[in-house]
């Protein structure tokens, strides 16, 4: 491949796509030095910033949204369901309990311990759609909770980790984002426009991590005040990454199955008996009722919401919930859909598509209900005050929740740890995946360029946090979700066209790799031409 620095004497550790690593690396640093440097009027900036592609993008972000989600469903139900993910005798490299649990370990993160009981709150006491408190303001409450952590965002997951594994698995092509558009672009995604989508993919990716690895800091550092009385500053946040992110350094350097691998584990069975707690101990019936009504609700009106623009209303309530909340899952989508991606090897087409978008969405609203429910009951019918804390720091709602529990002590402890787990978790895993695009597709690059993204990703939600707090993270997840919501769209097509050149429907694509062979769409390997374009 062009530009592709590797070390072939064996002196620096590194292997590394030159335009993808070096021009990502620098728009990365250089936005976190703007924050850094713009000092006191960054806030104001960022709420600009924010404010502006809200108001005048957010239809486009709804409408992608949807067309990703329509498109996904089609797959599942069309002749293109037959597709296994590694050929016709590809056999499943995981039973599929084991799958199953490894997508919940994807689709629980600290997105759902922040927002579990504060979203839901925002939402009961101010949403445009019902009076502050009603008992349509409950339903309302759960409906938007569901609709942005439902079936939406898992399309988009779905969608990059069906491109992904078809084209690692079946077509044999590396792991970087850029492969998904083999069936356009053709050996053009050797070329200047590969590079770009992988430099959007990669700056994306690193925001949007970023973005969550804020969001857990605030809510660490909400636990330890609440328990230690800890100063809640960003001083502190910053003393906080830094202490997180060695740990996600020494998960890099014990490896995948040595690190991630029991980190995940261990957050995975902290979370797990945090939510029986919460089932057992609190409201269980309000709670197994409103699951089913809630699903039930959000069956009947997601048409209708997922297509809600406030048109009519003339509020800007959605630009601070559904608009972030779209672009931050569309610059996750890299990271999420690449871990789905390596562990469906052997899946149909349909097996895959209904596991990735069903499975981790019943586990997220059984998550939602528990925590939703039992706070919006708290809020309704037993002590109250859950709400005016939340609006007062949203990080906090957590804990505050707990209080009403038995063992409130020890149960904010271990949110405090299951948080800290996800965070390294998070950071690790995330800068795998940068690392892998920034390497050109190397499924397995040099542990010091995954130490440098791992340090990179802390720096940047430092400097987000000291710069704008929880407006500057969300600027960041929307403004980097927008360019790729492009490249996302232009994926459907893409996934379609390739599935076409696959059955043979359409003329097979040839395609160079970087290893100098030839790949046919229907993932026949030949030996090379003489003259290779990618050479």
């Keep these: 491949m062009k530009y592709r620095l590797t070390n072939l004497e064996g002196k620096i550790p590194y292997d590394i796509h030159g335009p993808v690593f070096f021009v990502g690396a620098g728009l990365i640093l250089f936005f976190t030095a703007l924050a850094i440097v713009a000092g006191p009027q960054v806030d104001n900036i960022f709420g600009t910033v924010q404010a502006w592609i809200a108001n005048y993008s957010g239809w486009f972000y709804v409408l992608v949204m949807n067309v990703i989600l329509l498109f996904c469903i089609y797959l599942l139900f069309s002749r293109f369901g037959n597709i296994r993910l590694g050929g016709k005798g590809a056999k499943p490299e995981f039973s599929t309990i084991s799958w199953f649990a490894m997508l919940f370990s994807a689709g629980m993160g600290i997105g759902l311990l922040f927002y579990g009981v504060a979203e839901p709150m925002f939402h009961y006491v101010a949403n445009p759609q019902a009076d502050p408190g009603s008992v349509d303001a409950a ?18 997951y779905a969608l990059v980790g ?13 792991l970087s984002i850029r492969t998904a558009f083999f069936s356009v672009l053709g050996d053009r995604i050797h070329g200047p426009i590969g590079n770009l989508i992988d430099i959007l993919a990669t700056v994306a990716t690193l925001f949007g991590v970023a973005t969550s690895l804020g969001l857990g800091v605030q809510q660490v550092n909400a636990g330890l005040s609440h328990l230690f009385e800890i100063p809640q500053n960003p001083g502190v946040q910053v003393a906080l990454i830094a202490g997180i992110t060695g740990l996600a350094t020494w ?47 959000y069956i009947q009106h997601l048409p209708e919401l997922a297509t809600w623009n406030e048109t009519y209303e003339a509020t800007d309530w959605q630009n601070g919930w559904t608009v972030f909340y779209w672009g931050w899952w569309i610059a996750w989508s890299p990271f999420v859909g690449m871990f789905i991606a390596r562990v469906s090897y052997g899946r149909t087409v349909r097996e895959f598509l209904s596991g990735v978008l069903f499975v981790p969405t019943a586990v997220t609203f059984i998550w939602l209900t528990a925590f939703g429910n039992s706070a919006i009951y708290i809020e309704r019918f037993g002590a109250g005050g859950l709400a005016k804390a939340v609006q007062e720091n949203i990080p906090v709602s957590l804990f505050v929740f707990l209080e009403s529990f038995p063992l409130a002590t020890v149960t904010s402890l271990l949110g ?45 939600a430092a400097a987000l946090l000291m ?51 030839t790949i046919k769409a229907g993932g026949e390997v030949g030996p090379a031409p003489k003259e290779s374009p990618s050479s």
């Design 139 to 156: 339903r309302k409450a759960m409906d938007f909770t569901f609709l942005h952590w439902g079936l939406h965002p898992w399309g988009v």
């Design 162 to 174: 069906l491109a992904l594994a078809f084209c690692g698995f079946n077509l044999k092509l590396p």
């Design 251 to 297: 998960s890099v350097v014990r490896g995948l199955d040595g690190g991630i691998r029991r980190v995940s584990e261990i957050n995975i069975f902290i979370a797990l008996g945090l939510l029986l707690f919460v089932i057992v101990l609190g409201p269980t019936l309000f709670i197994l009722n409103g699951l089913v009504e809630n699903i039930g609700y």
């Design 416 to 460: 405090v740890a299951v948080v800290i787990s996800f965070f390294v978790t998070s950071s690790d895993s995330g800068s795998m995946v940068i690392d892998i695009i920034t390497a050109g597709g190397n499924p397995d690059p040099p542990k010091p360029q995954r130490l440098f993204w791992a340090i990179t990703e802390g720096g940047v």
């Design 467 to 517: 710069g704008g707090g929880l407006v500057a993270l969300q600027t960041a997840a929307i403004t980097t979700g927008l360019p790729f919501a492009l490249v996302i769209l232009l994926m459907c097509y893409s996934v379609y066209k390739g599935f076409r050149q696959y059955l043979g429907e359409e003329k097979a694509v040839v395609l160079t790799t970087r290893d100098g062979e």
